[in-house]
C-alpha cells in the first residue's frame, strides 16, 4: 500500500503580518533613497528665465538671434515655411499672414506690413486670403495713422470680397480721414444695405455728408476770393504799366508778373504791392549802412511823400548821436546802372518810382539814408567808383 503524503495547507496572511511586511518594505526604500549621492540637478530652465530659454527653440523662437546665425534645425524650419520650392504660393501667402498677425498681436505694426507685403507679393489665386492680407495690412496702416495707405488696401481688399465688412467699414473712415468724402458716403451706404440701423455707420455717414457740405462752402470761398484775387493782380499789373514804373528782370510789359514783384525779406511776403481806391501801396525798405540796420514799412501810398515815412521812424533809437533826421539826411537809390542816385524825399513815392535809372527789385523800392557831409556818407559813395 503505498504511503500517502500529506502537505499542509498554506495559511493566509494575517493582518499584523502585511502591515510590518508593508512597514518594513517602505523602510528598505527610504534607506536605498537616503544612501543615492546627493546631487542637485542643473540641466532645466530656471523658473525666472524659462521665456528666454524657450526663445532661443527653433520651435518657439520669435525673432532671429542678435548674431544673425540660426541652427541647423531653424534654418531647415524656415525653409519648410518660407521655401517656394517646399510651399505653393497660397501656402506662403498664408504663411506671410501668420507672421504679420503675429507682430500685429504684439503692436509691431511696421514688421506686420513687412510680413502681408510680402504675402501680397506671392500673388496667389486665393481671392480670400488676398483679401485678409490687403485688409490686415490696411489695419496696420491705420493704427500708425497712415490713413492714404489704409484706404487704398482696403478698397483693395474690397476688390477680392466686396462682402468683407471690415475692409468696408475701414475704407469709409480711412476715406472720412482723407477728406474724401464723396467716398466715405459711398461705403457708409454700401454698409447700410445691409444694416439699416447700425448706429456707428449711420454717425460716420451723417458727420461725412456735414463735412462734405462745409467743404463745398469753403471751395466756394476760396474761387471767389482767387477770383477777386485775380482781378486785384490784374489791376495792380495795369497800374504798373500805365505809371511806367521799370520792373528789374522785365523784358517787356508782358513779361511783368506778381511772382517778381514779391518782396525777397523773411516774414515779408504777404506785404506785397497792391492797390486800393486806385492808389498803389508798396512795401518799402530803408538801408542805414553805418548801422547795417534797416527798417521795412509795409504798406507805403504811392500818393505819400517817402519823406512823412521818414518823420515816423526818427529819432531812432540806435542813433545816439542824433544824426539822423529829415534836416540831416541824404536818400539814395542804387540805379540800374550800378550808380548810387540821391533824390528829394519830399516827393511822393509814385513820383520817386519813375524817376531816370530807377529800377525796382523784388517787389520792393528800397532806399538808402545816410547823415549828409559825414565821412560814413562819402565813403559810401566811394564804394561805388
Known amino acids: 500500500m503505498a504511503e500517502e503524503t500529506t502537505k499542509e495547507a498554506k495559511q493566509p496572511i494575517t493582518e499584523e503580518e502585511r502591515i510590518a511586511l508593508c512597514q518594513k518594505l517602505d523602510k528598505e526604500l527610504d534607506d536605498f533613497i537616503d544612501s543615492l549621492e546627493k546631487k542637485r540637478y542643473t540641466e532645466g530652465w530656471p523658473e525666472d528665465r524659462w521665456e528666454e530659454e524657450m526663445d532661443k527653440h527653433p520651435f518657439f523662437m520669435k525673432s532671429t538671434p542678435e548674431d544673425g546665425a540660426l541652427s541647423p534645425l ?43 507685403t510680402e504675402g501680397i507679393k506671392q500673388r496667389c489665386n486665393d481671392a480670400d486670403i488676398n483679401a485678409s492680407l490687403y485688409n490686415n495690412r490696411a489695419a496696420s496702416h491705420w493704427h500708425l495713422k497712415n490713413y492714404r495707405s489704409a484706404l487704398f488696401d482696403s478698397e483693395k481688399a474690397l476688390t477680392f470680397n466686396p462682402n468683407h465688412t471690415k475692409a468696408r467699414i475701414r475704407a469709409a473712415k480711412a476715406s472720412l480721414e482723407v477728406k474724401k468724402y464723396d467716398s466715405c458716403i459711398e461705403h457708409c451706404e454700401k ?13 460716420l455717414l451723417n458727420t461725412a455728408k456735414k463735412k462734405r ?19 486785384q493782380k490784374e489791376l495792380v499789373i495795369k497800374a504798373i504799366i500805365e505809371r511806367g514804373i521799370k520792373i528789374s528782370k522785365c523784358d517787356d510789359e508782358d513779361d511783368i508778373d506778381l511772382s517778381k514783384l514779391e518782396p525777397s525779406l523773411p516774414g515779408s511776403q504777404d506785404a506785397i504791392v497792391h492797390i486800393k481806391d486806385g492808389v498803389l501801396r508798396w512795401p518799402v525798405l530803408l538801408l542805414y549802412p553805418e548801422y547795417q540796420m534797416t527798417d521795412f514799412i509795409r504798406d507805403c501810398p504811392e500818393n505819400v511823400p517817402l519823406q512823412s515815412q521818414l518823420e515816423q521812424l526818427f529819432p531812432a533809437p540806435w542813433d545816439e548821436e542824433n544824426k539822423y533826421n529829415c534836416s540831416k539826411i541824404n536818400v539814395y537809390f542804387e540805379g540800374y546802372d550800378k550808380m548810387p542816385h540821391v533824390i528829394d524825399p519830399s516827393k511822393n513815392l509814385g513820383d520817386l518810382l519813375v524817376i531816370k535809372y530807377f529800377e525796382l527789385k523784388a517787389g520792393t523800392p528800397a532806399f538808402f539814408v545816410l547823415p549828409r557831409g559825414t565821412l560814413i556818407e562819402r565813403r559810401f559813395l566811394e564804394s561805388y567808383i
Do not use: C, S, W
Request: no cysteine; glycine share 8%; hydrophobic share 25%.
Open 74 to 116: 531653424a534654418e531647415g524650419l524656415a525653409k519648410l515655411k518660407y521655401d517656394p520650392e517646399e510651399n505653393t504660393p497660397v501656402e506662403l501667402a498664408g504663411n506671410y499672414k501668420e507672421d504679420g498677425n503675429f507682430n500685429f498681436k504684439h503692436k509691431n505694426y511696421r514688421m506686420a506690413i513687412l510680413g502681408y
Open 213 to 231: 457740405t462745409e467743404h463745398d462752402r469753403d471751395q466756394r470761398k476760396k474761387e471767389r476770393k482767387n477770383a477777386k484775387d485775380g482781378e
Open 191 to 203: 454698409l447700410l444695405e445691409g444694416d439699416k440701423k447700425d448706429k456707428e455707420i449711420i454717425e
